[in-house]
Each structure stands twice: as C-alpha cells, then as structure tokens.
C-alpha cells in the first residue's frame, strides 16, 4: 500500500484499462480520419492507412505514458 | 442451432428484446412529456431505499463497539475505502470513500437483480443507467482535475504527453483527448450494459429452452438434463460477473480520479 499512486500493484494491473482506451481511441480518431479523407478523394487506401497510423501514434503514446517510467 | 429447432412448426422462441422491456404499471403526462414507472424503474426505487435504509440504519447510532448491523457495514466501508480508495487514490482517495461505497453498493444491488427470485432482471442491462452512473464519474473526475491543477494545465497534461517530440503531438493530442474525454465514459457504461445484457439473455435462453424441451412431444425431453444444469451454472457464474462488474466499475471510477489527481512525473 503505497502513498503514491503510481507504484502500487493494483494501479498497474489498471493501466491495462487505459492502454486498451488509448489504443483504441488511436484507431477510431485516426481510422476514422482516414476513412472520410479516404471517402472524400476516392481514395480506398486511406483508411487502412488512417488505421495503421492511429495504431501506431496509440501505441507510441503508450510507450510514452506507460513504458518509459518503469 | 435455435433456428434449426424453430423450423418444425411454432417451435422454440428465443428470448428477444421484449425481455427487457415491461408494462407501465403507471404512466402520466406532465409539460409534454410521458412518464411512466414500470418493473426496471420499481426495481431501482426499492434498490435506492434499500441500500440507502442499511447504512442509515447502520450508521444511525454509532458505538465505538459495534452492533451486528453497523459491525458489517463499517467492514463493507473498510473495504471499498482500504481496497479501492486507499490503494488505488492513495491517502487523499479516503476522501472520495463514501463516493465509491455508495456507487459499488449501488451498481451491486442493480446487477444482482438479475439473479434475484421475483425480480430476475438487471437494472443495469438498461443503458441508461450504467450511462448516467459512467457520466457522474465523467463528471467527477474531470472536475476534481480541474479543481487540483487548474482548467489549462490539466487539458495540457491530458492533451500533451510529456517528453515527445512537438511534431509528434499532432498524432497523439487527438488521440488523448479522445481517449480520456470520450472513450473513457463510453467504455465505463458499455462494459457494464453489455456484460449484464449478454449475461440475462444467456439465462433467459437456458432457462425457457429448458421448458421447451421439457415439452416437447419426442425424446428431446431428455435434452432438458443438459440445459437445466447448464441454467443453475450460469446462475452462480452470473453472481460473479455481478459483483465483479460492480467492482471494476468502482475501482475505475477510483483510477479515473487518481489520474485527474496524480502529478505527471
């Protein structure tokens, strides 16, 4: 039971919850990005792109938040 | 498999939608709008008195050597202040203890309607509820952020990941913004609506096959023995899901806070 937050078991267990949001947030505002440009300029690949992209910045943004303090 | 059994004549009926919803027992009209009370709401009132009757009533005399009643609920206190507000918050987190005693009682009683004799429907398959509770959390959290940090900074921090390069943050401030402002609350409520949902649907059809197949005109009676005891398991499986989605409901709202609270390293 520790004072700070960050450090005790139970809120690393929870962090799981937030990578999974963030993960997920980069693939809809990205997709999502992607698949209306994509809709716009006829342009079918821009959504895959859009997706992998999202993943990406979602994935990097978990390494940024969760991966590097440890 | 159930459209198979459907198709010889009237056959088995698998449990719609229409069981989740109930008859008025009153409705009325004020300022335009209809209003009306019906088993789910019932449910929530009785739910609301009687979580609210056992602390009242538990707390309403307090001895410093407690009496049965307030023994167990000054135990279930301790365990969400301890378990939830201490470990997950930290010292201050004591403070939104009674918050998130509340809350979890509250989301317990809700979601344990689905197994209870009588009532045998969860509150929270409603989304409704499980959305209003997730936009109190929404509101708690953005509000006790803003409170500590102030409205630019903590925007900031939740926009601006520290330690990234500047270009970079035209990726990921969307992404943060969207997934802390937005997919935070969606998920909270989705992930209680959807599991008490699918868990009362999943006993609805065990049990109304097992009446069916119990009245069936051929040796498919003895199908029955299978899905009777499948019922009675999914029954005691759904007790867990129960408590446990009121607890992660808790614990969540409790890691939200934490987060709006904690300085960034």
Known sequence: MSAQPTGSPSSEANAGWAVFGTLLAGLLVWGGVGYLLGRWLDVAALFPIGLLLGAAAATYSVYVRYGRSS | ?265
Not at chain 2, 56 to 65: D, I, M
Not at chain 2, 92 to 105: C, D, N, Q, R
Not at chain 2, 240 to 256: K, R
Request: charged share 10%.
């Open chain 2, 1 to 265: 498999m159930l459209t198979r059994l459907g198709a010889a004549g009237e056959g088995y009926v698998a449990p719609s939608l229409g069981a989740f919803l109930f008859d008025p027992w009153v409705h009325w009209t004020s300022f335009g709008h209809e209003f009306y009370i019906n088993k789910v709401i019932g449910l929530l009132f009785f739910g609301c008195l009687a979580v609210g009757a056992f602390f009242l009533l538990a707390f309403r005399n307090p001895k410093v050597v407690p009496g049965p009643l307030q023994n167990v609920a000054e135990s279930f206190y301790d365990f969400i202040r301890n378990g939830i507000g201490r470990d997950v918050i930290g010292p201050e987190g004591v403070k939104y203890a009674p918050y998130l005693t509340i809350l979890f009682f509250f989301v317990l009683i809700m979601n344990l309607y689905g197994i209870l004799p009588v009532a045998q429907v969860p509150v929270t398959s409603r989304i409704a509820f499980p959305a209003f509770l997730a936009a109190m959390s929404w509101v708690i959290f953005n509000y006790v952020g803003i409170r500590r940090k102030g409205l630019g900074p903590y925007f900031k921090e939740i926009a601006f990941p520290p330690g990234v390069p500047k270009a970079v943050y035209v990726l990921l401030t969307p992404i943060e913004l969207v997934s802390t402002l937005l997919v935070r609350p969606f998920s909270l409520a989705v992930r209680l609506f959807a599991n008490m949902f699918a868990g009362h649907i999943l006993l609805l059809v065990f049990a109304t096959a097992t009446v069916y197949l119990l009245n069936a005109p051929n040796f498919s009676k003895i199908f029955a023995l299978v899905s009777f005891p499948m019922a009675v398991i999914l029954t005691g499986f759904e007790l867990l899901v129960e408590v446990l989605q009121a607890y992660i409901f808790t614990i969540l709202t409790a890691v939200y806070i934490s987060g709006a609270l904690a300085e960034e390293h």
